[in-house]
């Protein structure tokens, strides 16, 4: 058995409603291009399905999948519910120019909350945007000072979980900005 980890994420897959408005979104909005189109049928859990898959690429080869059905029956049983839950959301990670691309063009989409807001963790910097299905996306710059930070939270991840499970909720994100604000 290898003790190896995973190279890179080869794709993500959801099932969305409408795979022209995915595509505008992700290609022409965001710019992510559209990869491949995989139009298939085949048995899939005791039936044949008809179904659309299309990739959209990121910068290491990994992709955003989305897949629509033929029938109906096949779309309701599958998808596309994606929990809208901001918790429940996909993150990417890119550098300065990249973010400040993708906010330019969120904001000339004409996007605007609750469709898209920044969080400023202080371990990295996020904005989120949510897409035609429902989905949150993250895409997150981290902190010119990241590799530090990651140093300290690896050396007391499992004592500030069992800290946490404990029962003691005090934060400990000293390097958010709010938090390094207040004690100025």
Known sequence: MSNSLPSRLHHTAYVTKDLEAT????????????VATWCEQEELFGKERTYCHCFFGLGDGSALAFFQFANDDDQA???PDIPSSP????????DEATQAELEKRIND??????????????????????????MI???TTDAPHAEQINAIRAKDAHSELKRWLAG???????VR???LEKAS
Do not use: M, W
């Not at 595509?23 to 559209?34: K, M, Q, S, T, V």
């Not at 989409?109 to 429902?134: F, I, K, M, W």
């Not at 003691?168 to 000293?174: E, F, K, L, S």
């Open 137 to 139: 996306l993250e895409f």
């Open 87 to 94: 918790f429940i959301h996909i993150a990417l990670n890119v």
């Open 177 to 179: 900005p709010s938090v």
């Open 168 to 174: 003691d909720h005090t934060p400990n994100n000293d």
């Open 77 to 79: 049983e599958f998808g």
């Open 109 to 134: 989409a004409g996007l605007e909350l609750p469709q898209t807001y920044v969080l400023e963790h202080g371990y990295c910097r996020s904005v989120y945007v949510v897409d035609p299905n429902g």
């Open 23 to 34: 595509r505008a979104f992700y290609e022409d909005i965001l710019g992510f291009p559209l």
